[in-house]
């Protein structure tokens, strides 16, 4: 008897609802801001397909496992966490995902960066479509990151785990930079750098997602120089001459040949970094991701500092 006044009680109340508002009782839809205007979702999203690996480890952040991945075997080699989950769709190449695959997934909400090789319009056949911009060179990478993260919350109905994940990151931002500081020292610098091959190298800038993750630790960055609109620059180690009293932390993967020929190199070797032994090694993050390799790439730093320089 309970259960069925329960029952009534909510017919009566809906059906209240109808006559007074001459609409059904029904939740509001959801309404994202993106690159193409306005996204409205009946329904919080549950089978979500990721294009960028960055929105892949943001899902997955969130707690849920995305039905369709982009790349997923080089997810592995240059993000590596948060592990994808055991069963989804690979949908091929980023820039290219595979239509058929993308649609055999029955996503309910595919997420994608502007710039890759098929249309808005083609996507949006298959289901409705959120285009998040990750990288604006005015502006840096962690704001912009922590941004679409709150908007992929919302997408999938998880807000309140995505408030309560953003406020574990800032927690561990703090920790991790004052261990980075004391095991620095107050006298240096961090020159965070990619080897491109034997003789080039990319310096992370202030608006990089490493530099400016950086800055809300409260680490210091040494390079000041011009950068592209992912937050980096590339050249020579002309590039890193000026920089070469501070430390270095070099990112992986990179291969053995290319650190073995830019180690033995007369002008690498010449270095005031390398003559005083403050190289140190970073292992794989990914530096163009979202929050989650935000927050892996805080704690890999302080401990790659702790450790102690590489040898």
């Known amino acids: 008897m309970a259960f069925l006044r329960t029952f009534l009680g909510g017919m009566f109340f809906a059906v209240t609802l109808f006559v007074l508002t001459g609409t059904p009782a029904i939740a509001d839809p959801i309404r994202i801001e993106h690159e193409q205007g306005t996204l409205e979702l009946a329904a919080p999203a549950k089978r979500v397909a990721t294009i960028n690996w960055a929105f892949t480890e943001t899902v997955i952040a969130l707690g849920l496992d995305p039905v369709a991945v982009a790349d997923p075997a080089d997810y592995g080699d240059w993000v590596e966490e948060p592990a994808l989950p055991d069963d989804f769709v690979d949908l091929g190449q980023r820039s290219s995902p595979n239509l058929e695959a993308l649609r055999a997934a029955k996503p309910d909400l595919i997420i994608v960066i502007p710039d890759i090789g098929i249309s808005y319009d083609k996507l949006s056949e298959i289901a409705p479509v959120l285009q998040l911009r990750m990288f604006d060179e005015n502006r840096p990478a962690f704001e912009t990151a922590r941004e679409v993260f709150g908007k992929i919350a919302k997408a999938t109905g998880r807000e309140a785990e995505g408030q309560a994940y953003l406020a ?37 800038g ?55 020929k830019m180690f033995a190199s007369p002008m690498w070797k010449f270095m005031d970094f390398t003559r005083n032994n403050r190289i140190y090694e970073l292992p794989v993050v990914w530096m163009y991701g979202g929050v989650p390799s935000s927050l892996r790439f805080a704690k890999l730093l302080s401990e790659s500092i702790e450790n102690g320089p590489h040898q």
């Open 206 to 260: 202030d608006t990089s997602l490493p530099g400016s993750v950086m800055a809300a630790m409260n680490v210091p960055l040494a390079f000041d120089g011009e950068v592209n609109k992912w937050g980096f620059a590339r050249g020579g180690l002309e590039l890193i001459a000026p920089y070469a009293k501070q430390s270095v932390v070099y990112t992986n993967p990179v291969p053995d040949a290319i650190l073995d």
């Open 168 to 204: 574990h990151v800032d927690a561990k931002l703090a920790e991790y930079g004052e261990r980075t500081r004391a095991a620095l020292g107050p006298d240096q610098q961090l020159n965070i750098i990619y080897f491109f091959d034997e003789s080039t190298i990319g310096m992370f």
